[in-house]
């Protein structure tokens, strides 16, 4: 039941797009047509679902302040390495991601001519490192941290995807020249997250 | 009726382009459809001859919101006169109270909407929209009534402009400018939205002793554990049949089921309104409701057990499915999508209700979700038809290869 509150917390209230403003710049850029964002939305889906557990383990069990207790040794036990968090979290993410193409390419060839440049691309995207972080910040455990990770990038999957499609409606609509494009996508994106705030406040 | 055909039309060289007035066009075009059928023709086909246009579309739903307006009127002022404590009010009494209390809403609603859809339509060169007549009504009736007019003025003109106009005008947005403008009224000015404000109290001094101003949808979801809802609120003097009729404080509009029942027939039988999306609502919340009421009791707050046909009559949920979630532009278009998007908006209500301790009524709210999601429900709805086409004609072919 406590998983399945912070799935729905995860998505709909604390989405990360329009509730943290997240990973506006693939948000923005890439929700031209509904395909390339489902594409997006799932390979969000994949690198947060594995590197916010990966990283989970890295800060746990090396980088937290006495995480290097299990080695035995009492000066490493002493040590507070989570200056270290950004920059592990990064490279955590990047390396992630390479694998991840290299095993989709091997055996899911079709998924990963689908995902095309988008997998490479959010190694970049904030909201993957904004997941991590906020792993760390409320101390979530591991079973909650994949959790998390999943749900993060379903809101983020959600989020894009219904902005798509409305842009792909309001293509018809006669928009004034200077807002055409980004100007009329981030006015959407503020209406949208009008809408969200439906969620705001809601007590699972 | 002849003479003022013939009047507008020896004007109408003066709007036409190269006339003195041109850039006034929409305002002439704007008299004459109002008036009269436009004498405009299709240049070349598709030719659609239908009587039924936007402007008759648009009528239809000002017609189907009489019932509502008059029980407004009457109601505002049945409880201005309750809480100022004014004994002897005969009915006519509480028309004209109300009359005095709503009419100054819908006219700066009116107004000051009407003038920023002028002012668009003459700089922008569009046609003025018979849409802006429904959005202009819908918006202030689904305020409470104690607003303040700037506030009023405020909300429409973020609905008609952020909501509307700048994607282009009617037919062109994508959420319901009523709603945006309300919703921007809700999270801007979240005071004016709850508790005390839907009684009309002008001065304070004579208030009785112990009203209190909790709507329904607040005292439900404040009943402590262990205690029955239906009591809690027949003992606060909403029993199902005050909350079916509407004679008790809240947003102007929302308080009568019936009222808005008798609209939606009318939008029905014209077929103006899409039935699909409002029987998608009723069973999307009877279904979330049905199955709340299955959690057991004692864990969850009393709440999740007021049967189905409570929720039904409380807050705003009939006036809404059937006014807002209805509006042909910005819910869903296709068939099942309106069951998907009539549902989602059901389902959604009956959370907020229960779930969500910062603001009870979430219907509108609900729908400008369901706004937001139409165009991708849309979307998935084609793509599946689509698919299922091409199964289809692959099988036929085959079949007919064979024979």
């Known amino acids: 039941m406590h998983y399945i509150s912070l799935a729905v917390e995860t998505i709909f209230i604390n989405n990360i797009v329009l509730a943290y403003f997240l990973g506006m710049c693939s948000f ?177 | 009726m002849k003479f003022l055909l013939n009047h507008l039309h020896k004007h109408k060289g003066l709007f036409m382009p190269g006339g003195k007035l041109a850039w006034l066009y929409p305002l002439y075009e704007a008299q004459e459809s ?145 709603l945006v403008g309300r919703g921007f009224l809700f999270f801007s000015f979240p005071t004016r939205f709850s508790g005390d404000v839907y009684n009309v109290v002008l001065d304070i001094d004579n208030v009785i002793d112990g009203y209190t101003g909790a709507t329904p949808l607040t005292l439900a979801a404040s009943v402590p554990q262990g205690e029955s809802v239906i009591e809690a609120l027949t003992e606060a003097g909403f029993t199902w049949s005050t909350m079916f009729l509407g004679l008790m404080g809240g947003s102007m509009a929302e308080t009568s089921a019936l009222a808005s029942l008798v609209g939606g027939v009318i939008l029905l039988v014209t077929g103006v309104g899409a039935w699909r999306i409002m029987a998608g609502g009723v069973i999307g919340l009877t279904v979330a409701v049905t199955s709340m009421n299955l959690l057991p009791a004692d864990s969850f707050i009393p709440f999740t057990q007021l049967p189905i046909y409570y929720h039904l009559v409380m807050g705003t949920f009939v006036w809404s499915i059937i006014f807002m979630a209805t509006d042909p532009v910005s819910s869903a278009a296709t068939l099942r999508g309106k069951w998907i998007y009539g549902i989602l908006i059901g389902v959604m209500v009956a959370v907020i209700r229960v779930a969500n301790p910062a603001f009870t009524g979430g219907v509108l709210l609900s729908i400008l979700f369901g706004n937001v999601m139409a165009p991708m429900i849309d979307h998935f709805v084609l793509k599946a038809h689509i698919r299922k086409r091409q199964v289809y004609i692959q099988s036929r072919n085959s079949r007919y290869a064979k024979s």
């Open chain 2, 34 to 178: 109002f008036l009269f059928t436009p004498p405009d023709t299709t240049q070349s086909a598709p030719h659609v001859r239908d009587g039924v246009d936007l402007k008759r579309v648009m009528i239809t739903v000002i017609i189907a919101l009489i019932p509502v307006v008059l029980f407004t009127f009457y109601n505002t002022g049945r409880q201005f006169n309750i809480v100022n404590q004014i004994p002897d009010a005969t009915a006519l009494d509480h028309w004209t109270q109300g009359l005095a209390i709503v009419m100054p809403v819908i006219l700066v609603s009116y107004i000051v909407g009407g003038l920023i859809e002028v002012l668009f339509a003459i700089i922008r060169k569009h046609e003025i929209n018979e849409g802006f007549l429904v959005t202009g009504l819908l918006f202030p009736i689904s305020l409470p009534p104690t607003i303040p007019l700037w506030q009023v003025a405020l909300g429409v003109a973020f609905g008609v402009i952020i909501g509307k106009e700048i994607f282009g005008g009617t037919g062109f947005n994508v959420l319901n400018p009523a």
């Open chain 1, 28 to 204: 923005l850029a890439c929700s031209k047509k509904v395909e390339t964002a489902t594409g997006l939305g799932l390979a969000v889906i994949c690198v947060l679902g594995l590197t916010a557990p990966f990283n989970w383990a890295v800060h746990n069990f090396f980088l937290r302040e006495g995480a290097l207790a299990w080695t035995g040794v009492s000066a490493l036990a002493e040590l507070d390495l989570s200056f270290l968090n950004l920059i592990c979290f990064i490279a955590v993410i990047a390396s992630t991601v390479q694998l991840v193409e290299m095993i989709l390419d091997r055996f899911f060839p079709r998924l990963y001519t689908s995902l095309g440049i988008f997998l490479p691309l959010i190694t970049v995207n904030c909201s993957i490192l904004g997941g991590s972080l906020f792993m760390v910040e409320r101390t979530y455990t591991f079973p909650e941290t994949l959790v998390y990770g999943f749900s993060a990038g379903t809101g983020f999957a959600l989020a894009i995807i219904s902005l798509s499609a409305v842009r792909k409606k309001i293509r018809y609509s006669r928009i004034p020249a200077g807002l055409q494009g980004l100007g009329m996508t981030m006015i959407l994106t503020g209406l949208m997250s009008m809408a969200f705030m439906a969620f705001a406040g809601i007590d699972l």
